[in-house]
């Protein structure tokens, strides 16, 4: 067999490995390529990531999502006022019915974020996929854009840190809050949170590009009811919320 | 009398402290001319990612704009990324970039008193080895 045979059957044996990881059956892709973007391309506003939490499928007592996003991102996990928390697992009881629910609430990633409007040096801003961040280098500690947010979202890290994780930088006097896993996205994976939600047996949560009518979040946006938290605000978060 | 002894004093510590210098520089191998020059670590792979000339001048442009192109467009290639300056550049001695003053980042800073804060956020050590030290 010469050199350009063996190229060409290499070649077409990657292309059965892709076409079987992408078909699981007729109609049902897993592993869409909606994060086709190669390391040199700057993010686009094509894409919109969000998330949707099914509330049915979180359960009271279960923080899979919270230690996930604590271990991937470096934070402590302690939970007093001056500790950075990502993720609040928050409970809700309807005083009326007594119909309890339990749901992560993290940064809404916002259409209209707050924050960014505070934020006097612009280190808050939104990605042009819809992520919202705070440029550390730029942040100045001020905390206007945590009293703006609505979801008390963000926190500012109060004491000097040590070993942090090599993805995530963090820093003393500045402040921080979910990223969307912006490190993991960008390298075409899911976030921490969703993987760890889906592995505790649970998948309440779908990651996925808003406005690609063919993602899995997407379509079950158009199928079924899902709310944002405070849409009255109008600030249309990236995060929606079924069942409460 | 007083003055004298103090001219004496003053002349006897510098030249302590230039004998001193030399001692160190011819240590590290410097060659023996009279400019002390920094110790700086070995680094893995077997060159820059831009000539050496260039990076010993402009490192901090480099990492600058690279910083801006990650953080707000998302562009993540390895080249200029300080994530890879530290995966190259982490001593043998103690696994880091910045740990002590013989690490790569810290021995020209100290010597041409630069002081950067960067791994008070950046982890000053390469990811697979986080908390330990690379073969």
Redesign the interface.
């Known amino acids: 067999m010469s050199g350009r045979d063996a190229a060409r059957r290499q070649f077409l044996a990657w292309g059965a490995g892709a076409l079987a990881t992408l078909t699981i059956a007729p109609g049902v892709l897993l592993l869409r390529p909606v994060h086709g973007?190669a390391?040199?391309?700057?993010?686009t506003g094509k894409a919109r990531w969000g998330l949707l939490i099914d509330t049915n499928r979180c359960a009271a007592g279960c923080d899979a999502c919270v230690t996930a996003c604590n271990r991937e991102n470096g934070l402590s996990g302690a939970t007093r006022e001056t500790d950075a928390q990502w993720i609040r697992k928050v409970e809700l009881r309807d005083p009326r019915t007594g119909r309890k629910a339990s749901l992560p609430v993290m940064c809404q990633h916002c259409e209209h974020p707050p924050c960014v409007d505070v934020c006097p040096t612009g280190a808050s801003?939104r990605?042009?996929?819809g992520i919202v961040?705070v440029?550390?280098?730029i942040c100045i500690g001020c905390r206007y854009c945590m009293m703006a947010c609505p979801y008390k979202a963000r926190s500012l890290v109060h004491e000097?840190?040590a070993?942090?994780?090599?993805?995530v930088?963090?820093?003393?006097g500045?402040v921080e809050s979910c990223t969307l896993c912006?490190h993991r996205v960008?390298?075409g994976e899911r976030p921490a949170c969703v993987e760890a939600c889906a592995a505790a047996g649970r998948g309440a949560i779908v990651f996925g590009d808003l406005n690609d009518p063919a993602s899995a979040i997407a379509r079950r946006i158009a199928q079924y009811p899902s709310v944002q938290v405070r849409a009255d605000l109008g600030l249309n978060p990236g995060v929606r919320y079924e069942g409460i | 009398m007083k003055r004298v002894l103090e001219a004496v004093v003053v002349g006897a510590a510098l030249a302590t402290a230039l004998a001193t210098g030399w001692a160190i520089s011819q240590e590290r191998g410097a060659p023996a001319g009279r400019v002390p020059k920094p110790a700086i670590v070995q680094a893995r792979g077997d060159k820059c990612v831009e000539p050496v000339e260039f990076m010993r001048r402009s490192h901090m442009q480099v990492l600058l704009h690279q910083?801006d192109?990650t953080?707000?467009?998302?562009?993540?290639?390895?080249g200029h990324s300080l994530?890879g300056c530290?995966e190259c550049h982490a001593s043998a001695a103690t696994g880091s970039v910045a740990a002590e003053e013989g690490d790569f980042c810290r021995s020209c800073h100290s010597y041409a008193a630069v002081r950067i804060?960067c791994f008070?956020?950046?982890?000053s050590?390469?990811?697979a080895v986080?908390?330990g030290v690379k073969p």
Not at chain 1, 39 to 43: D, Y
Not at chain 1, 169 to 172: F, I
Not at chain 2, 120 to 123: L, M, R
């Open positions: 973007r390391p040199e391309q700057a993010v801003f990605r042009a996929d961040l440029d550390k280098h000097p840190l070993d942090q994780q090599p993805d930088p963090r820093g003393k500045t912006v960008d390298r | 910083r192109r953080v707000h467009e998302g562009i993540r290639t390895k994530k530290v804060d008070e956020c950046h982890a050590r390469p990811q986080a908390g």
